[in-house]
């Protein structure tokens, strides 16, 4: 089993400290709720990086791109042979965007 470290690229931390910001405008614990839940499946990505399905909404994508939805937070990574890289982070209130 390879182990696999979690690396962010800046734009994907960035929107995601952004959406914590606009969710903690309305509700500071459901602000940390969401950070909190957002990080755990993050941090369990690695374990079964497969889990998720393939990202449909990349561009030209192969298997390795995967996404998944938490409360309302897509997250978009890429499996590569020694880490998971999140490479894009969005509200799903937001219009959904190929890349």
């Known amino acids: ?9 800046i734009l994907a931390r960035t929107s995601l400290k ?3 910001a606009h969710i903690k ?6 602000a940390e709720f969401v950070k909190k839940e ?3 499946v993050i941090k369990e990505i690695p374990k079964n990086p497969e889990r998720y399905a ?3 909404y990349k561009q ?4 390795n791109f995967r996404a ?4 309302y937070v897509r997250i978009a990574y890429f499996i590569e042979p ?3 890289r999140i490479v894009r982070i969005r509200s799903t209130y937001q219009e959904l965007l190929e890349y």
């Open 1 to 9: 089993m390879v182990k696999r470290k979690i690396i962010w690229d």
């Open 18 to 20: 952004n959406i914590i």
């Open 25 to 30: 405008e309305d509700s500071v614990q459901n």
């Open 38 to 40: 957002n990080f755990a």
């Open 54 to 56: 393939v990202d449909k």
């Open 60 to 63: 030209d994508s192969n298997s």
């Open 68 to 71: 998944l939805e938490i409360y």
């Open 82 to 84: 020694t880490a998971i």
